[in-house]
């Protein structure tokens, strides 16, 4: 530390030392004695020179002041070496004013200089090491105070929490740690505690599913307490509750889903068994009596287009049956199912659609198939009502082990993030349940959107679907 820039050293801290002495300490009083006895050696030799053996220098005693002065500054700093210094002055003062030079005051005025300059520069060294080491014990016990206070909560902890090294060894565990992972868990790997083939480092934020049904998001932190061997503290946060109300949130979702095409199924039927038949055969029964004779001409042509508007809301009691259920979907698959979507699209409005399958098209599971055709129904449906698009893009890709579907417009485009909280908006209701379908599938939907350039939606589902509600149970962990 360097004395010159330290705050400590000013005027006034250096005034404070010294009108401050340890005056309550006996070896400081020991000190001053011992400078009086010195004091008054030198006053003897000067006054009685032939007393003295001429081989002995006059200014011997002088110098000897530094012992006293040097011991002052080692024991109490700044303080002790001002005080035992200005003491010194003081009882020297009456040799200095002895008559005919017998004091030796030009010797004893460059001795005191030198005296002087050594308990201010040893002095304030002294002061400058005691405050440096005043300041690392202070830093010590606060560092101390810092592991009591971290070890108390670690061990009044209630999530287990256990502290690995550098290897990913365990080397502490509070008592929830070793409930839950067991006795013996300091000293194992911790990839051997959980799994052999997880990476510590990148635990955090991740889920295990351990021995009894509960889950854990672990937390992994890199603990400073010592610098050369820096050690990470993981933790353990039940979160069994939260993945259970997020289990039966999904499963009911689910449910939802499921109900709705079942609704969807049955009222297809009906629509397709009695309401269109019933047209049909209604639009069959004008056809014969407008062909019977003697039926005026007018009333002829009144029958016929009553025969046309029965058969017009025939094919659309038709087209609605297709929308709810495509019986191609079941039939055909996938892509006979979308085939018919984007021609129905494309006959219906002004947009021109466009499907392009790439990858060997293969049937999937019933819940992958409808999942993907939702998405895609539900798209083109939005970009025609709201975007006012020209031209609609779908493109189907049967990957390796999952099905990546995107739909393009060239649209209006719009605002995700208001969409999203605006939820009167068709199109954000749309979006919301498109994604959670794939989340139900254990895929993912992303939707990218710029006003005035259009939207993109893109699904990927995986071929073979994780079941919706997990058991929690086995002694092997699970990651999430």
Do not use: C, K
């Not at 029965?310 to 038709?318: T, V």
């Not at 021109?352 to 409808?370: F, I, M, N």
């Not at 995107?406 to 009167?424: L, W, Y």
């Amino acid at each position: 530390m360097n004395s010159s820039t330290d705050p400590d050293f000013t005027h006034r801290s250096i005034i404070e030392r010294i009108v401050r002495p340890p005056i309550t300490d006996l070896p400081f009083w020991i000190i001053q004695a011992t400078v009086l006895v010195i004091v008054g050696v030198h006053y003897f030799v000067d006054l009685h020179p032939s007393l003295v053996n001429s081989s002995l220098p006059t200014g011997v005693p002088v110098a000897v002041l530094v012992i006293p002065i040097g011991y002052a500054a080692l024991r109490y700093g700044l303080a002790g070496s001002a005080a035992t210094t200005i003491w010194t002055l003081i009882l020297w003062l009456p040799d200095l004013m002895l008559p005919h030079d017998e004091g030796h005051a030009g010797d004893d005025l460059l001795n005191f200089a030198i005296i002087i300059l050594v308990a201010v520069i040893f002095g304030r060294r002294i002061e400058t090491e005691r405050l440096t080491q005043q300041r690392i014990d202070e830093a010590a016990a606060r560092t101390l105070a810092i592991e009591a206070g971290y070890r108390r909560l670690f061990e009044s902890n209630r999530s287990p929490i256990v502290v690995i090294d550098e290897r990913g060894v365990v080397t502490d565990a509070n008592p929830a740690a070793t409930g839950l992972l067991g006795a013996a868990v300091v000293g194992r790997a911790m990839a051997a505690v959980l799994d052999e083939d997880l990476d510590i480092g990148s635990l955090s934020g991740r889920v295990l599913s351990l021995a009894g049904g509960h889950d854990y998001r672990l937390d992994v932190v890199t603990l400073l307490l010592d610098a050369s061997a820096p050690r990470r503290q993981i933790t353990f946060e039940d979160i069994t509750e939260e993945r259970n109300e997020e289990r039966r949130a999904r499963q009911f979702a689910q449910q939802v889903i499921q109900v709705e095409e079942d609704q969807r199924r049955r009222l297809a039927r009906e629509l397709h068994d009695e309401p269109l038949q019933l047209f049909l055969h209604l639009a069959r029964r004008l056809e014969t009596l407008g062909n019977t004779g003697g039926v005026p001409e007018t009333v002829a042509t009144g029958l016929a287009e009553t025969r046309n508007q029965a058969l017009d809301a025939a094919a659309r009691l038709r087209s609605l049956a297709r929308d709810l259920r495509p019986p191609a979907l079941d039939q055909l698959g996938l892509v006979a199912a979308l085939s018919s979507l984007v021609a129905d699209v494309d006959d219906e409005g002004s947009e021109s659609t466009q499907l392009s399958v790439q990858g060997s098209p293969t049937r999937l599971s019933s819940d992958v198939e409808l999942g993907a055709f939702r998405i895609v129904q539900e798209s083109l449906r939005n970009a025609q009502r709201h975007a006012n698009a020209h031209h609609l893009r779908v493109n189907v890709e049967f990957q390796e082990a999952a099905l990546h579907v995107t739909i393009v417009d060239d649209g209006t485009g719009f605002d995700q993030r208001r969409a999203i909280r605006s939820e009167g908006e068709s199109p954000s209701l749309g979006i919301v349940g498109m994604r959670e379908r794939a989340r139900l599938l254990g895929g993912s939907l992303t939707v990218r959107s710029t006003a005035g350039v259009g939207t993109v939606v893109e699904a990927t589902l995986p071929f073979e679907t994780r079941p919706t509600v997990a058991n929690g149970t086995g002694s092997v962990p699970r990651v999430s």
